[in-house]
């Protein structure tokens, strides 16, 4: 297990695209982007198959795109207290050093939780320690070791990936800022390496990108100027049907509940916002 981590930390530094903060994809691609997983391992292997990551019921394989993941970890079910779910992450470890070039395991809020030690209560669980207790339940005495490489590879993802385009940008993220933080919110994180300082809880700016909410259509907007980005893809919010459009230009995943979705695109010739629920695919039917 340590070794899982360890090799997709590295494959997280030393991948081709990344570049900063980010991974950037220059050419025309095909994207399957995902929302919040929470360790949902039948969603996670149905959009690993989607990407031609896994192979498929029949044994072949789909045609090769580009995956999104995040939000893997603190899940709903837990077992005799103990949340289980560095196991979705160690999937999508594994899948990151298979495919360093078209898998993209973003950095999320509940991810940056865990190695910042933050409190995070879901449904009555203390998701961190609910999250410790798991890995010192499995591996005893070697915890603390898989832990570290745990926080390595967490430390080593991308704020987002970014597909240029001749009609646009997308962007996919966790998150984005909340209005109010963007008087504080440094634009130029997309551009540099992160900081400790960006990883803080409330004042850092890696911090506030994941954990955001709220956006509205002047404060997208302003990201589309001074990003230069067509259309934002994101998760961290709820979105009952799995998909939610925010105008103008803004659609929220959600991949882990019973209406969970996937979003299938060309970022050659990128979608709208408002034309992303009818090209939305349905992980429940596909399951």
Known sequence: MVGVFERAAEACRDAACRRGSIDLVIEPAKLI???DLHDNPVHLALVAQAAG????????????AHLTLHELIHSDRLIAGCDMSYRALAKAAAFKVSAPERVHVLLANHELAQIVGAGVVKNGVRCVDAFNDGLDYVFRDDAERVNEAINAFIRSLPIAVRFEGA???VLCSHSLPS?????RFDMSILERELTEEDYQPRTGSAHMMV????????????????WGVRLFLVGHEHAENGVQVVPPCAVILNS???RGVYLPIDTGAPIT???APFQAVSLSQRG
């Open 256 to 258: 882990d509940h019973e």
């Open 33 to 35: 982007a995902t929302g």
């Open 53 to 64: 990551v896994l192979p498929r019921e029949d044994g072949t394989l789909a045609e090769p």
């Open 273 to 275: 916002a408002s034309e």
């Open 167 to 169: 009609r646009g940008d």
């Open 211 to 226: 954990w955001g909410r709220g956006y509205d259509d002047e404060q997208l907007e302003d990201l589309v100027e001074r």
């Open 179 to 183: 209005p109010a933080q963007m008087g």
